[in-house]
């Protein structure tokens, strides 16, 4: 769920053409990779955006994928361009899922919403949020921008400033590079681990961990495929640093 800019229809569409292929290899694979071992009757894609990761989702997993967003500009987007008969999209407001009774999800994402948020007020809020519609022993799974590469340029990406430290919560900019000629400038907020974990557990959410993956992960045969599969392979310093950070918890 990205905050009011994404409102706009210019930077809905800019965001919705940028080229997520770090994202993908970097973390949303992890996160296909193990729902689609699982048999869940729903999974709850927050903050879903243009439908992206809720389109993969479906097509990987057998579930039903609640996908919701603030924007109803992005929630449109994803319904024109990424329908599929096992997602459901509709627009969140205040926060609250509604018609959405207790422990009934069986499993929930969450990519790119947090750094979007200036207050933890209400990041506490949607994490609770989330731990109340989940079933006992489900999942959450978390993807943000890793707080640790701040001011890092990678291939796709930079967020924040080189050399700057930045304080908890403060505001930071990142630039996407959405083609060779334009750059999507986003403003987003620093949150460090402790934000996350503290939160997390605050909800309730038990077995709190924390990944960093790197392309060093895989293997030459592995980033051959990826190449393939993706046809990129402008590489930079996504090979050794985490671009992300990656939480998952259990209810």
Known sequence: MIENIFKDNKIANQFNQYNDVLEQVLGYDKIFSYFSGKSLDTILDYGCGPGKVSLRLAQQTTAHILAVDESPKMI???????AHKNV????????????????????????????????????????????????????????????????????????????????????????????????????????????????????????????????????IGQLKEIEKTYHYNHWTNERTKSPFIMYQAVK
């Not at 009934?104 to 969450?110: F, K, L, N, R």
């Open 76 to 82: 449109n987007l994803a319904k024109t361009e990424r």
């Open 88 to 219: 459901t999209y509709d627009v969140v407001e205040n926060d609250h899922l509604k018609g959405v009774q207790d422990n009934t999800i069986g499993g929930a994402i969450a990519c790119y919403v947090f750094i979007n948020n200036h207050s933890e007020k209400r990041i506490q809020h949607i994490m609770a949020e989330i731990y109340r519609v989940l079933k006992p022993g489900s999942r959450f799974m978390v993807l943000d921008t890793n707080p640790n590469t701040t001011g890092i340029p990678f291939s796709t990406f930079q967020n924040g400033e080189t050399g700057k430290h930045y304080g908890y919560g403060e505001p930071r900019v990142e630039t996407l590079h959405v083609s060779e000629d334009e750059d999507l400038i986003l403003h987003d907020f620093n949150w460090p681990n402790r934000m996350y974990e503290g939160n997390l557990k605050k909800a309730g959410f038990l077995n709190v961990q924390v990944s960093y993956p790197v392309l060093s992960d895989f293997t």
